[in-house]
C-alpha cells in the first residue's frame, strides 16, 4: 500500500485556528484507499475510509486542564471526527473503554494498538550518575508534578519540555527539560524508580520506556499504565502525597520486559488499513 502525506503545518497561533477550523473538517483525500489521522483532528466527513487514532480523551474528561480554544474546538470536532472513523484505533484498552463511555463509540468499530518503544530503551546500557528519582512529561497539569515534588525525598529529576496551564518547575527539582532518548534510556536506568502518577494518560509512553530498561516504576493506581504495566509496577492514589511518597519507598525494580517495538505498531496500524479498506 504506497503512502503519501497531507498537511497544514500550523506554525502559529493563528493558522492553529485555521486548520483547526477549516482544514481539518473538510480534509479530503480521494486519490486515497485509506486516510489515516493519527490524531483526532480530521474530517467531519469523509468520502475516503478513514481510520482516527485517539490517544486519550483527556479534553474531554477534564477540559480544565487545556486553554478556551482546545476545550471549544474538541467539544464540537472530536464527537464528529470519530463518528466519521471508518475504524478508530485506541492505544489502549482504557483509551478504548473511555471512547466507548463518553462517546458511544461501537465497541466494534475499535482496534487497540498500543504505542510501541524506541530500540534505544533497553536494560543493557550506560546509567546516569547519582542517587535520584526521575519524573518524566511535559510541564502541564496532569502530570501532576506539585505533588510529586512534595513527595519524594532527596533529588527528582524532571525530564520534559514547557507545556502549559501555568505549570513551573517546583523549586527543588533539577529541571533537564528535553533530552534525546540516548540520555532519558541512561536516566531510566540509573534511577531509584521512576514516579509518573499523572492524573490522567491515555497510554502513559514513560512506563512502557521504563520497563524495557528495567526501571522500578511507580504509578497512579486504575489507570491505562496499570493496564500494560500488571505486576511489575507500585501503585500510589495520584491525589495523596503520602501514597506517592510510600510508593517510591516501596518501589521494586521489575525484570527487563520487552515492548512493541515501533515496527510492530506499523505492522498492526496496517492491517487496519486494509480492513478499513
Known amino acids: 500500500m504506497p503512502y503519501g502525506e497531507v498537511r497544514f503545518p500550523a506554525t502559529s497561533r493563528a493558522r492553529t485556528v485555521v486548520a483547526d477550523a477549516i482544514w481539518y473538517p473538510r480534509l479530503r483525500a480521494r486519490d486515497a484507499d485509506v486516510l489515516h489521522c493519527p490524531t483526532f483532528r480530521g474530517p467531519?466527513?469523509?468520502?475516503?475510509?478513514?481510520?482516527?487514532?485517539?490517544?486519550?480523551?483527556?479534553?474531554?474528561?477534564?477540559?480544565?486542564?487545556?486553554n478556551r480554544w482546545t476545550r471549544s474546538y474538541s467539544r464540537i470536532a472530536?464527537?464528529?471526527?470519530?463518528?466519521?472513523?471508518?475504524?478508530?484505533?485506541a492505544v489502549s484498552e482504557f483509551t478504548r473503554d473511555e471512547l466507548v463511555a463518553l462517546l458511544g463509540?461501537?465497541?466494534?468499530?475499535?482496534r487497540v494498538v498500543p504505542n510501541g518503544v524506541d530500540d534505544v530503551f533497553t536494560h543493557d546500557g550506560p546509567r546516569a550518575e547519582g542517587d535520584y528519582v526521575l519524573a518524566v512529561g511535559t510541564l502541564e497539569p496532569r502530570k501532576n508534578l506539585a505533588r510529586i515534588a512534595a513527595a519524594v525525598g532527596g533529588e527528582l529529576r524532571v525530564v520534559g519540555a514547557r507545556g502549559w496551564g501555568g505549570v513551573e518547575p517546583p523549586a527543588n527539582v533539577t529541571w533537564l527539560g528535553d533530552v534525546d532518548d540516548e540520555e532519558l534510556?541512561?536516566?531510566?536506568?540509573?534511577?531509584?524508580?521512576?514516579v509518573y502518577a499523572s492524573l490522567y494518560e491515555?497510554?502513559?509512553?514513560?512506563?512502557?520506556?521504563?520497563?524495557?530498561?528495567?526501571?522500578?516504576?511507580?504509578?497512579?493506581?486504575?489507570?491505562?499504565?496499570?493496564?500494560?504495566?500488571?505486576?511489575d509496577a507500585t501503585?500510589?492514589?495520584?491525589?495523596?502525597?503520602?501514597?506517592?511518597?510510600?510508593?517510591?519507598a516501596r518501589a521494586f525494580a521489575p525484570s527487563p520486559r520487552r515492548v512493541a517495538s515501533w515496527s510492530e505498531v506499523?505492522?498492526?496500524?496496517?492491517?487496519?488499513?486494509?480492513?478499513?479498506?
Open 44 to 66: 467531519f466527513s469523509s468520502p475516503t475510509p478513514l481510520v482516527v487514532t485517539v490517544h486519550d480523551l483527556a479534553v474531554l474528561r477534564h477540559p480544565e486542564w487545556f
Open 235 to 248: 501503585y500510589v492514589d495520584p491525589f495523596d502525597v503520602d501514597s506517592i511518597r510510600e510508593g517510591v
Open 202 to 231: 491515555g497510554f502513559g509512553l514513560p512506563v512502557a520506556e521504563a520497563l524495557a530498561c528495567g526501571c522500578p516504576i511507580v504509578t497512579t493506581e486504575g489507570s491505562a499504565m496499570a493496564s500494560f504495566a500488571g505486576a
Open 185 to 194: 534510556a541512561r536516566l531510566y536506568r540509573g534511577a531509584r524508580c521512576l
Open 266 to 277: 506499523a505492522a498492526a496500524t496496517r492491517a487496519v488499513y486494509e480492513e478499513a479498506a
Open 105 to 110: 463509540v461501537e465497541a466494534a468499530k475499535i
Open 78 to 89: 472530536v464527537p464528529r471526527v470519530v463518528r466519521a472513523a471508518t475504524r478508530v484505533i
